[in-house]
């Protein structure tokens, strides 16, 4: 068990056989932590947890300038490992995959597609 996530293009807004993914991290608790305070402020109430949330081009853009700055929240959870950034040379394992996730979320976004995260935990 643990904190999977993904990103995923879907014109209907499920994350089904016409979807496609563009994007899978495992227990990246920070990322969650953005994640989930951008589900809160778009008006969602229930558990982060297997819940959607679109992202816009707006979001994306943010999202990056945070990561970049390595702004992005420390998060706690009992299945969500250790922290996300390390103390080595103050990167963390992960930004690779997030800069090429947040090019391929702004490609497929400029195409008039719909981009989401989901997690599961």
Not at 34 to 39: N, P
Not at 49 to 54: I, K, P, Q, Y
Not at 60 to 87: A, V
Not at 95 to 119: C, H, M, Q, T, W
């Amino acid at each position: 068990m643990g904190l999977d996530q993904y990103a995923y293009v879907s014109n209907n807004g499920k994350h089904d056989e016409d979807s496609y993914d563009i994007a899978y991290w495992r227990k990246h608790n920070r990322l969650h932590g953005w994640m989930e305070q951008l589900y809160r402020a778009k008006g969602g109430n229930k558990e982060f947890n297997c819940a959607d949330v679109e992202l816009t081009l707006e979001d994306i853009e943010l999202l990056e300038s945070t990561i970049l700055n390595k702004m992005l929240p420390e998060t706690g959870g009992f299945f969500f490992g250790s922290d996300s950034y390390s103390d080595y040379e103050g990167e963390y394992g992960y930004k690779d995959d997030d800069v090429k996730f947040i090019n391929l979320a702004r490609e497929e976004l400029n195409k008039g597609n719909k981009v989401f995260y989901n997690s599961w935990w």
